[in-house]
């Protein structure tokens, strides 16, 4: 079955950095959208940043210039490098995946990774 697999979340210190990836496994023939979301304690879930298969990027507006999103697309891997974070990008993050099956996408999610900025 479709397995997301994240790693590289951990403790930071303000401005320091951290970089998250995103595996996806399990008889996948192509990925569409993948992107990272986060949620903070009491607060919704929101959009960090994803990209397209045809690398066409989006990011929110609290981490433009400071995070970057990419993929590999032989590895069916997407990244988050985050650069001067902020005690306010605490939260748990979340990578998710459009997988290709036939003709129809399905959403999938990972199990999410800790991410704390903290002095």
């Known amino acids: 079955q479709v397995q997301l697999v994240e790693s590289g979340g951990g403790l930071v210190q303000p401005g320091g950095s951290l970089r998250l990836s995103c595996a996806a496994s399990?008889?996948?023939?192509?990925?569409?959208?993948m992107g990272w979301y986060r949620q903070a304690p009491g607060k919704q879930r929101e959009l960090v940043g994803a990209?397209?298969?045809?690398?066409?990027?989006s990011y929110a507006d609290s981490v433009k210039g400071r995070f970057t999103i990419y993929r590999d697309n032989a590895k069916n891997t997407v990244y988050l490098q985050m650069n001067s974070l902020k005690p306010e990008d605490t939260a748990v993050y979340y990578c998710?995946?459009?997988?290709?099956?036939?003709?129809?996408?399905?959403?999938?999610w990972g199990q999410g990774t800790q991410v704390t900025v903290s002095s």
């Open positions: 998710n995946a459009g997988i290709v099956f036939g003709l129809r996408a399905y959403a999938y």
């Open positions: 399990g008889g996948i023939f192509s990925v569409n959208t």
């Open positions: 990209i397209t298969s045809g690398d066409s990027i």
